[in-house]
């Protein structure tokens, strides 16, 4: 049985994506394909408008934590940036394809090629401050629970040290009260 996914938009809350690489595969897994994803989100934030209270961009994943935006809805906004992602980092997967940071099946690499993302992204509508401060804690926490790094300030992709005021953020957060 195929359950449809509902999504609940225009009540003003916070939303808490989950976005994969197709197969979980480290279509992120180099720096310059993250800073490539950042510079990506900072293009649909100035597009469309929503605000951006948290990011974590992991190898295989995102996490954002986003306010709807004024004009379209945060399904809007994911494939604009699913779709610019996919369009600048498609053609550098496919080069990549057979080295040791993605080591693709041979049929995971024809796939990879007419795939970057999973169809579908995880929603989930934040209504409370309490709930938007798990969220926070649990994306920056993802980089040390996954090895990546020992302590959440050693992962620049991320909106852990804006709200750590430990260093520089790549992407400036907005702030709601």
Not at 30 to 59: H, N, Q, T
Not at 94 to 104: F, P, V, W, Y
Not at 123 to 129: A, E, G, L, P, Q
Request: glycine content about 6%; charged content about 25%; overall charge positive.
């Amino acid at each position: 049985m195929t359950y449809r996914l509902s999504r609940r938009y225009g009540a003003g809350h916070l939303h808490f994506i989950t976005c994969s690489c197709y197969k979980r595969l480290p279509f992120l897994g180099s720096a310059s394909a993250r800073d490539c994803f950042i510079e990506k989100l900072a293009e649909c934030r100035a597009k469309f408008g929503f605000s951006l209270i948290g990011y974590v961009v992991m190898p295989e994943h995102v996490h954002l934590l986003i306010s709807e935006p004024p004009q379209g809805s945060p399904s809007d906004v994911m494939r604009e940036l699913k779709r610019s992602v996919a369009l600048s980092l498609s053609s550098d997967v496919l080069k990549n394809r057979d080295s040791t940071q993605i080591r693709l099946s041979k049929v995971a690499a024809k796939d990879a090629g007419e795939h970057f993302w999973l169809r579908r992204f995880y929603d989930f509508n934040v209504c409370t401050r309490q709930k938007r401060n798990e969220k926070l804690h649990y994306m920056h926490l993802n980089p040390v629970k996954r090895g990546l790094v020992r302590n959440p300030r050693d992962w620049p992709w991320s909106s852990y040290c804006f709200y750590s005021a430990a260093g520089p953020v790549i992407l400036p957060i907005d702030i709601i009260p």
